[in-house]
T-cell receptor, first 114, second 111 residues
Framework: KAGVTQTPRYLIKTRGQQVTLSCSPI?????VSWYQQTPGQGLQFLFE???????NKGNFPGRFSGRQFSNSRSEMNVSTLELGDSALYLC?????????????FGSGTQLSVL | SQQGEEDPQALSIQEGENATMNCSYK?????LQWYRQNSGRGLVHLIL?????REKHSGRLRVTLDTSKKSSSLLITASRAADTASYFC???????????FGSGTRLLVRP
């Protein structure tokens, strides 16, 4: 089985731009979670999707949004980028998304905002 | 805010020694998980322990959970250079669909 695939691997944007990151979960997994990782704040939960529905959301401004498609692939969007949005964005998938399941992570998208 | 806090923040040991990392959390949990991250990569699941379990083993890994103290520990025995990575605990804080990660312990195993 292929693992979790995130594209692109690296992105460089300038302040004020918007960006879309993509995540393809493991085949058969219906839950996708997104995390932001920075040296200062560590791993912060962004949101979790299951069957195209957002079930949980972290403490991020409305500039951060996401969606999930019927094939379980997910995208997250950040609008009006700020310097502080520079981070490694990780997505993870699991079968049902319960916390009694292990998460399978992608390699992440490294976003740099200049 | 972080639910779990790992201690120590960094640990440097010689190959062959044991490494112990601790995780403390604030609110009641259903499950606690440990993950490893090699530099700049995605996380890899190591072990899951449920709130009604006290200890779990997987190969060279041993995890304990003390819900009365709201703490867990990860022991890696006979460490290898390949164990060099950051280790994170993750808890659910009673939530069904959200895992919250701690700040991590950076482990360096010197050959």
């Amino acid at each position: 089985k292929a693992g979790v695939t995130q594209t692109p691997r690296y992105l460089i944007k300038t302040r004020g731009q918007q960006v879309t990151l993509s995540c393809s979960p493991i085949s058969g997994h219906r839950s996708v979670s997104w995390y932001q990782q920075t040296p200062g704040q560590g791993l912060q939960f962004l949101f979790e999707y299951f069957s195209e529905t957002q079930r949980n959301k972290g403490n991020f401004p409305g500039r951060f949004s996401g969606r999930q498609f019927s094939n379980s692939r997910s995208e997250m969007n950040v609008s009006t980028l700020e310097l502080g949005d520079s981070a490694l964005y990780l997505c993870a998938s699991s079968h049902q998304g319960g916390t009694n399941e292990k998460l399978f992570f992608g390699s992440g998208t490294q976003l740099s905002v200049l | 805010s972080q639910q779990g806090e790992e201690d120590p923040q960094a640990l440097s040991i010689q190959e062959g020694e044991n490494a112990t990392m601790n995780c403390s959390y604030k609110t009641s949990i259903n499950n606690l998980q440990w993950y490893r991250q090699n530099s700049g990569r995605g996380l890899v699941h190591l072990i899951l322990i449920r709130s009604n379990e006290r200890e779990k083993h997987s190969g060279r890994l041993r995890v304990t959970l003390d819900t009365s103290k709201k703490s867990s520990s990860l022991l890696i025995t006979a460490s290898r250079a390949a164990d060099t990575a950051s280790y994170f605990c993750a808890t659910d804080a009673g939530s069904s669909y959200k895992l919250i990660f701690g700040s991590g312990t950076r482990l360096l195993v010197r050959p």
